[in-house]
């Protein structure tokens, strides 16, 4: 589940060339977002599944997230460093199945904080796997409980307001970095 072009078409290159089923997820807001462009690569640049992007290295606390919210957490992460002077690490999973969990245990062994942060809902979505892996084979590495942001537990409604309400936006995720930071 890419969160920019240059991701998308590495992981779309690697889905196409590869012989088992994949199932490739490519947010709505990719395809406005000026935050996904960069130069193209070249035909033979791929990205091989479950491997993660360090977006932003950090000490303090770790967020891992994938899709839309990357850019979102980033301006969150951003606004961390410059208003509460907390250096956040954001990891962009880039691939669900199978996930980078080298690159999750390091970072969380390094911040001893973690953010799980997803579009989907918060009650049984994804990011509740990677906590609950993260709280059962990382505990003595956490100084806090491992949070998480996630949608409402509703339907995400198709008009920009509604997705707007239900969806983490940036406020949503620099509010649960700066309770998680004050642990």
Not at 81 to 88: F, K, M, N, S, Y
Not at 98 to 124: C, F, G, Q, R
């Amino acid at each position: 589940m890419p969160s920019n072009a240059l991701d998308a078409i590495g992981l779309l290159r690697t889905a196409i060339r590869c012989d088992d089923p994949v199932l490739f997820l490519e947010h709505k807001n990719l395809y406005r977002s000026v935050f996904g462009r960069s130069v193209y690569p070249g035909p033979e640049y791929t990205i091989p599944f479950g491997k993660a992007s360090i977006v932003k290295s950090g000490k303090d606390l770790t967020v891992i997230t994938y899709g839309a919210v990357v850019p979102r957490a980033l301006e969150a992460a951003r606004r961390m460093e410059r208003e509460l002077g907390v250096d956040v690490e954001l990891i962009d999973l880039r691939s669900l199945s199978p996930y980078d969990w080298d690159a999750i245990a390091t970072s969380v062994k390094k911040t001893s904080k973690v953010l799980v942060a997803h579009e989907d809902m918060k009650s049984w979505g994804y990011g509740a796997e990677i906590a609950a892996r993260i709280g059962d084979e990382l505990f003595h590495d956490l100084d806090a409980p491992v949070r998480r942001v996630g949608a409402m537990d509703t339907f995400v409604g198709y008009q920009p307001l509604l997705e707007n309400e239900i969806l983490p936006q940036v406020e949503h995720l620099f509010r649960a970095m700066r309770d998680l930071a004050s642990f």
